[in-house]
């Protein structure tokens, strides 16, 4: 089991690179398994996420005008956060250090405080969602509503662990293209306890139509 603690005084980097020889050095190298080779590069791709400024958010397809370019990224299991990357620039990860356990929409920790802030959301906005950990546990019959009201096809069945990613629109009700989940299933499971990490990417439009990677 990776234990991740005391990094406190460590820089964002030096936090990374610290996973990174932890994981090396609590394995062998002739016995690397797949959860663990799955979680270091999960590792590499967070310290790659230290430059913030992304071409089109690793999007391949090049976004046609009047279009957003988004990749969304849930948390591995419970050691690396989740990642949002809006408009060529990464808003939300784990090496900037302002994500949390549960929903990723902005630092949010309080059930009745997402609520609120869902409420608040104005007809139209782009929402983007990425969980990270156990994201169910702060998840109200309410919350999930409003996330239906956004496009969402999965949130009723989102439970304990399982990981989740969304994009989609405030008040539109039109089914979203950008959203994956991964069950927690103890036959299917990657990591000990936690599905594999999920991902989406591609052209959000500042209208209706869709362009997806």
Not at 68 to 77: E, K, P, Y
Not at 195 to 209: A, I, K, N
Request: hydrophobic residues 40%; aromatic residues 8%.
């Amino acid at each position: 089991e990776l234990i991740v603690g005391g990094l406190c005084g460590l820089g964002l980097r030096q936090k990374v690179m610290f996973l990174i020889s932890h994981l090396v050095h609590s394995a062998s190298l002739h016995n690397f398994h797949l959860r663990q080779e799955k979680i270091f590069l999960s590792l590499l791709s967070a310290l790659s996420d230290i430059n913030q400024n992304e071409p089109q958010c690793s999007v391949s397809t090049v976004c046609p005008p009047n279009h957003f370019s988004i990749q969304l990224r849930s948390g591995t299991a419970n050691i690396i956060g989740p990642k949002i990357c809006f408009d060529g620039k990464t808003i939300m990860s784990h090496v900037m250090n302002n994500v949390g356990r549960g929903l990723n929409i902005a630092v949010l920790n309080d059930s009745n405080e997402i609520l609120a802030y869902l409420k608040e959301i104005k007809t139209g906005r782009i929402v983007l969602v990425a969980s990270y950990d156990d994201v169910a546990e702060k998840l109200t019959d309410k919350m999930r509503e409003i996330f239906v009201e956004m496009g969402s096809s999965f949130i009723t069945s989102v439970r304990t662990r399982d990981s989740w990613v969304f994009a989609g629109r405030a008040g539109t009700e039109q089914k979203s293209l950008f959203e994956k989940q991964a069950v927690n299933d103890a036959k299917t499971n990657v990591y000990e306890g936690w599905p594999d990490m999920v991902e989406v990417s591609g052209c959000f439009p500042r209208t209706e139509t869709v362009v997806k990677n």
